[in-house]
């Protein structure tokens, strides 16, 4: 899979939107791209994916740039609960049904009171 | 969304004793479940594939005779820790693929095992 690239950290105020980058300048055109986030003792959850276009779920927004060699994770207002470690993972669409997801470092995201 | 239960959330255990942590996909079929281990401050790391009705995939540096995995049925797939020792706490992720074309990937709360 190819590879992503994310800030280590960021912060952000609460109830103010963040916007979590990513780049991905060697994606191909059947990657697409996933975003997972993991909390303090948990285990990751989904929340979001996209392939081209932009996308939008009750969680969060997805803006890929119009090359896709870049998103965005947009969390429109930022809650406490919201602080986690954030992951940008491409997964192919051509993959066999075994492949996995391979996590990288992702953003560590500190939500201030 | 789908959802993934993983059994215990915690463990405490004797060196040298065996852990069996079990995963289950709730309300979907999971014909390939994923064991991952993550140390503190660091990232996932996959250990092996679980087929059902086959043997697992590990991944290079995993000792399959020390991480056991059993994947009996379409919503159940056991992991093993045999003979564990303090070099194995760990926590530990399961983590099943949804059907659908998007290859969501839903995860259990993880199991936290501590070996003194």
């Known amino acids: 899979d190819a590879k992503t690239t994310q800030p280590n950290s960021m912060e952000s105020n609460e109830e103010e939107p963040v916007h979590l980058p990513c780049n991905h300048s060697?994606?191909?055109?059947?990657?697409?791209i996933h975003w997972y986030r993991q909390l303090p003792s948990q285990g990751p959850e989904y929340v979001i994916h996209?392939?081209?276009s932009n996308v939008n779920n009750r969680m969060a927004s997805l803006a890929i740039a119009e090359d896709r060699k870049s998103s965005t994770l947009i969390l429109h207002r930022a809650t406490l609960r919201d602080a986690a470690v954030y992951y940008c993972?491409?997964?192919?669409f051509g993959s066999g049904s075994a492949r996995q997801l391979t996590f990288g470092s992702g953003t560590q995201l500190t939500v201030l009171p | 969304g789908a959802v993934v239960s993983q059994h215990p959330s915690w463990v405490i255990c004797k060196s040298g004793t065996s852990v069996k942590i079990e995963c289950r996909s709730l309300d979907f079929q999971a014909t390939t479940m994923f064991w991952y281990r993550q140390f503190p401050k660091q990232s996932l790391m996959l250990m092996a594939t679980?087929?059902?009705?086959?043997?697992?995939?590990?991944e290079q540096g995993v000792e399959k005779d020390k991480f056991l995995i059993n994947h009996a049925s379409l919503t159940l797939s056991t992991l093993t820790v045999t003979s564990a020792h303090p070099e194995d706490s760990s926590f530990y992720i399961c983590?099943?693929?949804?059907?659908?074309?998007?290859?969501?990937?839903?995860f259990g709360a993880g199991t936290r095992l501590s070996v003194l």
């Open positions: 993972i491409l997964r192919n």
């Open positions: 679980s087929n059902e009705g086959s043997k697992a995939t590990y």
């Open positions: 983590s099943a693929r949804g059907t659908s074309a998007s290859n969501i990937q839903y």
């Open positions: 060697t994606i191909s055109g059947t990657d697409y």
């Open positions: 996209g392939l081209t």
